[in-house]
Each structure stands twice: as structure tokens, then as C-alpha cells.
């Protein structure tokens, strides 16, 4: 088994590169074409990725490897992401107080609160299972027809 420390700050940094360009592009898109933009740096972050690792292992990954890529994916992106959303409740309440109480007050309604998770789950777990399709499945394919 190798070490895959590389493999997820790779991860992190195309991910992180690719989440600003998208947020760039969020902004000048309509709303609802900028609310696909969502996804697309952590597709974007594993394609990348899975052909480094191709190209220097020259295999696909073994069902641990797979699985543990795919959960330190899925924790690195979202952990970046809420870290940039505390980090921006941060900046924007230095301000403005009201910002940061607001959030809180946002917090403690459990409808809000629901709708938030039921949220995140319509998103995480496609995401989840993209990666580990294509760090099982279709990377055994993609090893097969660039090595054999």
C-alpha cells in the first residue's frame, strides 16, 4: 500500500484553484446555471487526481486505496468549504455584528437548519458515489486501456 498524502493535498490545492475560479464565475452567471458551478471543482479535483495516480502507480487503485480516497476526498472538500464559510461569516461580521448573530439566530431554527442539511446531503452523496465509481469501476477501465 502506498502513502496517498500526495495524492490529497494534490486534491486540495486543484479543488481549492478550481473553487475560486468557479466562484468567479458564479457571480457573472445567471443564479441558476452558477448553482452547477457547485460541483464542479471537486469533479474537476478527482479527474485530475485519478490520472496522476494512473500515471505514476501505472494501476488502479485497490479497493482500500479507493475507499480511502474517496472519504478523505469528500472530508477535504468539505471541511475547506466550511472553513471558508466560517471565514467569510468572519470578515463580513467585523463590520457588521449583525451578520454573525443573524447566523446564529439562522442556527437555532430547526427549518432552516433541515433544509440546510437536507441540502448538503442531495449534494454530498452524489459526490461520494461519483468517486467511488470512478475510483473503482471506471478507473480499473482506464488502467486497462492505457496499460494493457
Known amino acids: 500500500m502506498i502513502s496517498l498524502r500526495l495524492y490529497y493535498l494534490w486534491f486540495f ?3 481549492l484553484v478550481s473553487t475560486l475560479v468557479a466562484g468567479v464565475l458564479a457571480a457573472i452567471l445567471p443564479n441558476n446555471i452558477a448553482g452547477v458551478l457547485t460541483a464542479i471543482p471537486y469533479l474537476i479535483a ?17 479497493a482500500t ?26 470578515i463580513f461580521s467585523r463590520n457588521d455584528p449583525e451578520v454573525w448573530q443573524n447566523f446564529i439566530a439562522y442556527l437555532q431554527q430547526p427549518n432552516f ?7 448538503w446531503l442531495m449534494l454530498a452523496i452524489p459526490l461520494y ?16 486501456k492505457m496499460f494493457n
Open 13 to 15: 490545492i486543484i479543488c
Open 46 to 62: 478527482i479527474i485530475f487526481v485519478l490520472f496522476k495516480f494512473l500515471k505514476q502507480q501505472r494501476r488502479a487503485p485497490t
Open 65 to 90: 486505496e479507493k475507499n480511502k480516497l474517496t472519504f478523505m476526498f469528500s472530508l477535504i472538500f468539505w471541511g475547506y468549504n466550511l472553513f471558508g464559510l466560517l471565514l467569510g461569516l468572519f
Open 113 to 119: 437548519l433541515m433544509i440546510v442539511v437536507v441540502m
Open 129 to 144: 458515489l461519483i468517486t467511488l465509481w470512478f475510483y473503482g469501476a471506471q478507473a480499473q477501465r482506464m488502467a486497462n
